[in-house]
């Protein structure tokens, strides 16, 4: 996990601070945007190696958000993303609707740091160019 640059996308300050603190302390440099048009503009000008996506978020939501991300990838030619969905429903309606948005992985919230860790540490496989 150490050096990674991870964009989280979360719009409650709480989780905010939460998932900051796991990156950290795992070694990880962190991008924070509070709503989904941040999201888009940081994937594109930061470069993470991964995104960690709120689903519901004011002005744009993380479902349009990642679409946005798919389709500026396929545009500019860039390689696949992982992005891995923060959502409070484990719902399969609400995992399906976070998969066909184009979301690699669904972490329901709220979540225990190890299962965080684990789904960084397996982020190089999320990405199914």
Do not use: Y
Request: charged letters at 30%; aromatic letters at 4%; hydrophobic letters at 50%.
């Amino acid at each position: 996990l150490t050096r990674r640059r991870v964009l989280v996308a979360e719009d409650n300050p709480i989780n905010q601070a939460l998932v900051r603190r796991i990156l950290e302390r795992a070694g990880c440099e962190v991008l924070l945007a509070v709503d989904g048009r941040e999201a888009i503009a940081l994937a594109r000008t930061h470069e993470p190696d991964l995104v960690l996506m709120d689903c519901l978020m004011p002005e744009v939501d993380g479902f349009d958000a990642t679409r946005a991300i798919r389709a500026w990838e396929v545009d500019a030619g860039r390689a696949r993303l992982p992005i891995i969905a923060l959502t409070a429903s484990a719902f399969v309606d609400d995992v399906t609707r976070c998969l066909d948005a184009g979301m690699d992985e669904v972490l329901t919230k709220p979540f225990k740091p190890a299962q965080l860790e684990a789904l960084l540490n397996k982020a190089p496989a999320l990405s199914v160019a």
